[in-house]
C-alpha cells in the first residue's frame, strides 16, 4: 500500500496488538487524532502488560518486588501525572493502577479485546493485514488497514550456551516471582542488568548463599545521588559537551560511591554514558557488605558445580539466567522483520518499517530513562501519519540508514545495547519529527 492510498483510506481499520503501556498510549493517540475504528487485543485478562503481577511462572510479569528503575517525574506520561503521594520509584501495584486510571481517563477500554491472541498476521496482496486471532470464545481472521505493534521485546529469553551440563534447577529471570523458594539455597545469578541485580538483593534475603556472575563490567549506578533521583540528575546536565560531561560523570561517581574494587566489580571496559546504566542502590550495599558474592564470567559446568574463568569451582542449588531477551515478534510473517534481533533494527524512529507504510512498531527501544513518555510520541506519529496530518518521509530508507550508522551516544555494540537510546536525544528527534505535523482541518462557519 503506497503513502497516499493510506492517507485516503475512509475510516481506516487499525489493529494494535498489546494492551501494556505502549499498546494504551497508542489507544490514546489514535482517538485523539480522531481514529476511532480501532481494536487492540491482548492475550492477558487485564491491561498493564507485564507490570500486572502473576504468580504463573509461564506468565510473564513482574515479580512481587518490583519498582521502576526511571523516577515518577521523569517516568510518568506528560499529559497524565502520577499521583503526588506516590514515591519517587513506585511499586508495580501503584503502576498498575496508575495505568488503569490513565487508560480510563482517555477511555481507551472500550477499544480493548482481552483475552484475545493474536497468532498470526498475514500481508495481504491488496496491502491489508489479515489477522488471525485465538480467544475463549471464536477463533477467527479480522482485516484491517494499519498493523500497529506494541506487544514489547522482553517476552523471548535469551539463554547463554556454556560448556557442560548444570544438575541443579535453573530457570530464566522472566520465571522469577519472589525469593521464598530459594530459603536456605546456594544460588547464582549469571548477569549484570537491572533485573540480575534485583533479583541477586532479593534472594540474598533468604538463601545460605547467593553469587551474581558478571562477564564484564556493568555500569551499577545508585538510584539516588546526594538525595536526588539519577535520572534527574542526568537531565540536568546531559547537554555539556561530552568532553566537559563524561570526566564530570567519572569523578562524581568515584566521590558518591569510592572504587568499584570495593564491591568486587570489574573494572569499566567503556565510558559509562557509552552502556546501559543498572540502577540498584540495594545491590550496591549487598555486594560491599559480601551478602552477595561477586563472581566472574562462568568457564564451564559441571553437574552440581559452576567453573568460573579465574579456576574457582563452587556447588550450587539453582541458577537463574538475568541473561535478557531478544526482540521477536511470532505472529509475524518472517519477510517483514527479517533482521538479526542482536542489532539495530531497520526502523525509523525505531517505528516506521522501511518498506511497509502502513506497519508501526511502539516501544521497540531501550532508553537511558522511561520507555512510556518516548513511546507516546512514537504513537502520535503513527497516528497523525494515519490521519494524513503527517507526511511519511520520502527519504525514509536513507534516514534509517543514517539511524544505524549513528546509534544514540556512541553505545557499545553489543546486543544489549541493539535497542538503545539515549532518553532526551530521541524525545528530541521525536518532536523535531513532530513538528511537521500539518494543521487539523477546521470547517467553514456556515
Not at 493474536?118 to 485465538?134: A, F, I, N, Y
Not at 534481533?341 to 508501526?360: G, I
Not at 507526511?391 to 540508514?401: E, H, L
Request: hydrophobic fraction near 40%.
Amino acid at each position: 500500500m503506497n503513502d497516499i492510498s493510506m492517507r485516503l483510506t475512509p475510516d481506516p481499520r487499525i489493529c494494535i496488538v498489546g494492551a501494556g503501556p505502549c499498546g494504551i498510549t497508542t489507544v490514546k493517540n489514535m482517538l485523539a487524532a480522531g481514529l476511532r475504528n480501532i481494536v487492540c487485543y491482548d492475550e492477558r485478562d487485564a491491561i498493564g502488560g507485564n507490570w500486572v503481577f502473576r504468580e504463573a511462572l509461564d506468565e510473564g510479569s513482574v515479580y512481587e518486588a518490583t519498582h521502576i528503575i526511571s523516577s515518577r517525574t521523569l517516568s510518568e506520561f506528560e499529559d497524565y501525572p502520577m499521583p503526588p503521594d506516590y514515591p519517587d520509584f513506585p511499586a508495580h501495584r501503584q503502576m498498575r493502577g496508575y495505568f488503569d486510571d490513565y487508560a480510563h481517563h482517555f477511555g481507551v477500554p472500550p477499544f480493548v479485546r482481552l483475552r484475545t491472541r493474536v497468532e498470526q498476521v498475514t500481508h495481504r496482496s491488496d496491502g491489508c493485514w489479515g489477522v488471525r486471532l485465538s480467544g475463549p470464545d471464536d477463533n477467527r481472521e479480522e482485516v484491517f488497514d494499519h498493523l500497529i505493534v506494541c506487544s514489547g521485546h522482553h517476552r523471548d529469553p535469551r539463554l547463554p550456551n556454556y560448556p557442560g551440563r548444570f544438575a541443579g534447577a535453573s530457570m530464566h529471570s522472566i520465571e522469577f516471582k519472589r525469593a521464598d523458594p530459594f530459603r536456605g539455597k546456594h544460588v547464582l545469578i549469571v548477569g549484570g542488568g537491572n533485573s540480575a541485580c534485583d533479583i541477586a538483593f532479593e534472594i540474598s534475603r533468604v538463601a545460605a548463599r547467593t553469587c551474581l556472575s558478571m562477564r564484564r563490567g556493568y555500569n551499577i549506578l545508585p538510584k539516588k545521588l546526594f538525595g536526588q533521583p539519577i535520572d534527574k540528575l542526568y537531565s540536568w546536565v546531559h547537554r555539556l559537551p561530552d568532553p566537559i560531561l563524561r570526566p564530570l560523570i567519572r569523578s562524581v561517581l568515584l566521590l558518591a560511591l569510592g572504587p568499584r574494587r570495593r564491591y568486587g566489580l570489574p573494572p569499566l571496559q567503556s565510558e559509562p554514558l557509552a552502556m546501559h546504566p543498572t540502577l540498584n542502590t540495594n545491590i550496591l550495599r549487598a555486594l560491599r557488605d559480601r551478602s552477595v558474592a561477586p563472581r566472574g564470567d562462568i568457564a564451564c559446568l559441571d553437574g552440581d558445580f559452576v567453573a568460573f574463568g579465574d579456576g574457582s569451582r563452587e556447588r550450587f542449588d539453582v541458577i537463574v539466567w538475568a541473561t535478557g531477551f531478544r526482540a521477536s515478534f511470532p505472529f509475524l510473517e518472517p519477510g517483514i522483520v527479517d533482521w538479526n534481533a542482536e542489532n539495530c533494527p531497520p526502523l525509523y524512529l525505531k517505528s516506521l518499517h522501511r518498506d511497509v507504510a502502513n506497519l508501526f512498531f511502539i516501544g521497540l527501544f531501550q532508553p537511558l530513562g522511561c520507555i512510556w513518555r518516548l513511546a507516546d510520541y512514537q504513537a502520535r506519529i503513527a497516528a497523525l501519519q494515519i490521519a494524513g496530518r503527517l507526511d511519511r518521509p520520502a527519504d525514509i530508507a536513507a534516514r534509517i540508514d543514517r539511524e544505524m550508522r549513528a546509534p544514540q551516544r556512541r553505545f557499545d555494540k553489543t546486543p544489549r545495547h541493539a535497542i538503545e537510546v539515549d532518553y532526551h536525544e530521541f524525545r528530541a528527534e521525536l518532536l523535531a519529527e513532530l513538528d511537521r505535523v500539518k494543521p487539523a482541518l477546521v470547517p467553514e462557519s456556515a
